[in-house]
Nanobody, 115 residues
């Protein structure tokens, strides 16, 4: 059974930084792509950033230049470095692992940006 375990969320002031981590276990294969999505209250879940096994990245326009996604293929772990955080970044952040035949989700980690 594939499991994704996220960590690193929390409360931060505007302009601050946080680093999210997501470790994948339970599969002998590496995900083709891993990514982060977020869902704010009353809104649909949206893509934040993705990274393929070949390290090709894709970002939502709203986070370009502020967030950086990275990946450790040996550990099947994906990271999201979030800088210059804004109140509108407040959301539950979900990790996703895409094995092409099936995708898996983490349980989510809360990020709150507030003074």
């Amino acid at each position: 059974q594939v499991q994704l375990v996220e960590s690193g969320g929390g409360l931060v002031q505007p302009g601050g930084s946080l680093r999210l981590s997501c470790a994948t276990s339970g599969s002998i294969l590496s995900p083709y792509a891993m990514g982060w999505y977020r869902q704010a209250p009353g809104k649909q879940r949206e893509l934040v950033a993705t990274i393929t096994s070949g390290l090709t990245t894709n970002y939502a326009d709203s986070v370009k230049g502020r967030f950086t996604i990275s990946r450790d293929n040996a550990e099947n772990t994906v990271y999201l470095q979030m800088n210059s955080l804004k109140p509108e970044d407040t959301a539950v952040y979900y990790c996703n692992a895409d094995f092409r035949t099936r995708a898996y989700w983490g349980q989510g980690t809360q990020v709150t940006v507030s003074s």
